[in-house]
């Protein structure tokens, strides 16, 4: 382990606004961790729908989730999501704290 591991956790934030790149998505937090990168998603607009994909419980041991609520319910979705707590679901708040925390930042 290097001495900047030890000082600062590297960290990776993804905003996901699309349902189209799961794959994608679950390959990068791969990656990171394999590098022991933290990673933290918020979901927002059409990126929630990726709850309802089959693949969705891998990201559950690979990033901190976040789920936009406005755009959970605008798209008729109702809690429980497997690896989804009550706190888990949030404002847009969440994601300015994200960018803000994250020293990288992708969105999809």
């Given amino acids: 382990m290097y001495i900047e591991d030890i000082i600062m956790k590297k960290t ?6 699309s349902n189209n790149h799961l794959d994608k998505i679950l390959g990068i937090c791969k990656a990171a961790v394999h590098k022991n990168i933290e990673v933290h998603m918020f979901l927002t607009h059409l990126g929630v729908m990726i709850t309802q994909n089959n693949r969705f419980h891998e990201l559950e041991s690979l990033a901190s989730i976040s789920i ?20 888990d679901y949030a404002t847009q708040s969440r994601n300015a704290i994200m960018l803000e925390d994250c020293q990288r930042y992708i969105v999809f």
């Fill in 12 to 17: 990776l934030g993804i905003l996901v606004t």
């Fill in 68 to 87: 936009c609520n406005v755009s959970f319910s605008k798209y008729g979705l109702k809690p429980p999501i497997p690896g989804i707590k009550k706190k």
